[in-house]
């Protein structure tokens, strides 16, 4: 009860100062008032903290500067280039900041699996930074209202997998993300100019494992559904009782985390507690402003809740390229992930690429293409499992996604979008009974991000 009133209060906190500042905006449009107060209060604090603890520099240079502005999911980064909106004032001493994102979307599928369905993709994120110490401190929490906006614990995706829904395997659907997908707090230790010691603590949280999750990377900032992959790739971005210490030299960062292996429970709207029984560890190097690779390694124990006895050996490597352009932003992903089963060595892996082009300044054009490992599980659907049954990655399928949106209206802090995209598949011999020869999904979406 103490931790949900904790992030709470501190999302209360976040929302009440953000329509502060756009208040105060407001009423500075209309006189000739004197300099803004957030600037004021910038400079005022400016004044108290040290040179090289700044706890937000909004246009970093360097990975240290990225990392220190927390500004993704858990401990991860992406090329410092890269573009964050969000809402930001200081009050006291405090950087409060606000972003997120939500789609609501239509989905039509053709096929003999496919089906169709209204539902709501989201998340918020509030945070709170300040000096503490010798060094910075930032408490950070992220919601999502999908256990209610995506009914019967599923959105139609096909060929997805991963997790359950009533006890049975979750099939051609993904399922919705927890109310709290993090609650969090991080204290960063220059120990130089250019060395940094981080620490970050999370009962629910991201492991360093894995680029930066689906929903909060900026080349797949426009595309409201999972990547058929997500179960080999970014799926631990929402885990329990997390523990991450990472030391950053420069451009180059060094991670360990421990962390309760098993996945969230149907339940998505509790927090889901465990002994730290997985473990995971990541390097990632900024070589320069526009460019990311990471390469992580992890052991999870027992993820799966219908495989209670099967641990997880997973391998990930990205690389991430960000453009700023004159009138907008190219940002790009390629991602290989990889699964191998403790109990037998079966073996599955996956590949992306995934790109987002703004141009313009109000229009976006987007693909993802993937080529997945799928297991037998797509065979017996969503059925209860037959006695003995042992899930093997068996076949390869391929899915090319295209999509456009564009920036609508003139709201204050605001971006709307109206859009839609297309996804084809490339689907295997032996899943065409199942699937036919050429399934098609589209989604129509509209898309709010504050900026």
């Known amino acids: 009860m103490v931790k949900v009133l904790t992030v709470l209060l501190i999302c209360v906190t976040a929302l009440h100062l953000s329509v502060q500042k756009v208040s105060a905006q407001k009423e500075e449009s209309s006189s000739p008032a004197p300099m803004p107060k957030a600037s004021e209060d910038m400079t005022q604090m400016d004044s108290t903290m040290h040179a090289n603890r700044s706890p937000m520099r909004m ?61 709501s993709t989201n998340w918020f994120m509030p945070m709170a930074q300040r000096p503490f110490g010798r060094g910075t401190l930032t408490l950070r929490t992220m919601l999502s209202l999908e256990p209610a906006s995506v009914t019967d614990r599923r959105y139609p995706e096909l060929f997805q997998q991963g997790e359950t829904a009533y006890g049975l395997p979750l099939v051609d659907g993904q399922h919705p993300h927890n109310f709290f997908m993090e609650i969090a707090a991080f204290y960063d230790y220059k120990l130089s100019e250019g060395s940094l010691l981080s620490i970050y603590a999370a ?58 292996g098993r996945e969230p429970g149907e339940d998505r709207w509790q927090i889901d507690q465990g002994k730290i029984d997985s473990w995971a560890t990541r390097v990632t190097f900024n070589p320069g402003q526009n460019w990311s690779f990471q390469y992580s390694i992890g052991q999870l124990h027992a993820p799966e809740a219908l495989f209670p006895s099967e641990d997880i050996r997973r391998m990930t490597a990205s690389l991430m390229y960000n453009r700023p352009l004159q009138t907008g932003n190219w940002a790009s992903l390629l991602l290989w992930g990889r699964n191998q089963s403790f109990a037998d060595g079966n073996v599955g892996n996956s590949y992306l690429l995934e790109s987002t082009l703004r ?93």
């Open 203 to 260: 009962p629910v949280g991201d492991p360093a494992l894995g680029p930066p999750a689906y929903p909060h990377r900026i080349s797949a900032s426009e595309d409201p559904l999972a990547p058929l992959g997500h179960h080999l790739q970014d799926s631990t971005h929402i885990a329990d009782d997390v523990i991450t210490v990472g030391l950053t030299f420069r451009n180059l960062r060094l991670e360990g985390s421990g962390f309760h």
């Open 59 to 119: 246009q970093p240079h360097s990975l240290i500067d990225f990392l220190e502005q927390h500004a993704v999911s858990g401990t991860d980064a992406e090329p410092n280039s890269t573009p964050i909106p969000m809402l930001m004032t200081i009050q006291h001493g405090w950087m409060f900041m606000f972003h997120g994102e939500a789609f609501l979307s239509d989905i039509q599928q053709s096929g003999p699996r496919g089906a169709d369905k209204l539902f």
């Open 359 to 451: 141009f313009l300044h109000r229009n976006y054009v987007w693909t993802r293409i993937e080529n997945v490992d799928r297991t037998n599980e797509l065979l017996v659907g969503e059925h209860p499992l037959p006695p003995g049954f042992i899930e093997r990655y068996f076949t390869r399928v391929q899915s090319y996604t295209a999509g456009y949106d564009r920036d609508l209206g003139h709201i204050p802090h605001l971006s709307t979008a109206l859009g839609g995209q297309v996804t084809f598949y490339g689907v295997p011999d032996v899943l065409r009974p199942l699937y036919g020869a050429h399934p098609v999904s589209v989604t129509l979406s509209l898309r709010l991000r504050p900026f």
